[in-house]
């Protein structure tokens, strides 16, 4: 669940209600279980940058401003985004959503799920699920490339750090919990058996594939370029510790 907030004395139209997006409207500060993007009405004359308070300008967009000038004033004063009046719905809501959870090589998102690795721990529309660390990292690792199989020896290797298979139920164990946890988040179905060798692998739809780096470039494209080699997104933070001491 996300939460935005309109700013305007005019009722909100219907072009830039993000509630079409299945975003919560708020109208009491304090009503929202996480953060909330504001929609200024620019459109309004008498509105001004320097009536919302600094620390609140970076999760606002502002809206309707038709001069490039105008815009490029707003943003200076720090606000996220100025956007003209003709912007779609749906693309507010992928502003908005960056606005209020940017995304970043620490951070991934599989449709409604949320990895951060800074945290070590997931999100599902903004509620924790408290993952274990070795749960987190499993989750990480199955995350590298959605919808592909993870052998049980790669797992065994990445997440637990062994150079070979102790014969052991130590992996399917982690692999219950952890789907105990994505069931009761109404994510059942995302973690599946693989064929073969004992691996597992995430049920993604092409559209669920989130942006991972810092310029925002899907999967697909950190696969194709060769400036941001496979193994970059997963242990970007490794300047102090590696992704097996994370998990610890």
Known sequence: MAWFQWVSLRPLPAAWDLRGCGWRLIEIEGEAGGPVARLIDGSVADVAPERLAPALRPRALVLGLADSAARARWLAMGYADALSGDVALAELGQRATRVIDPPGPARRRLGRLWLDLLTRDARVDGRRLRLHPREFALLWRLS??????????????????LSFDPGTNRLAVHVCRLRKKLAWAGLAN??????GEGGYRLIVSEGSLGHWDKRGDPPQRI????QFPLDHAPRLGEQTRSIQEFVR
């Open 190 to 195: 995302l973690l599946a058996t693989a064929p």
């Open 223 to 226: 696969l194709q370029d060769p």
């Open 144 to 161: 590298e490339l959605p919808g592909a199989p993870v052998t049980r020896r790669a797992l065994l290797r990445d997440v637990f750090d």
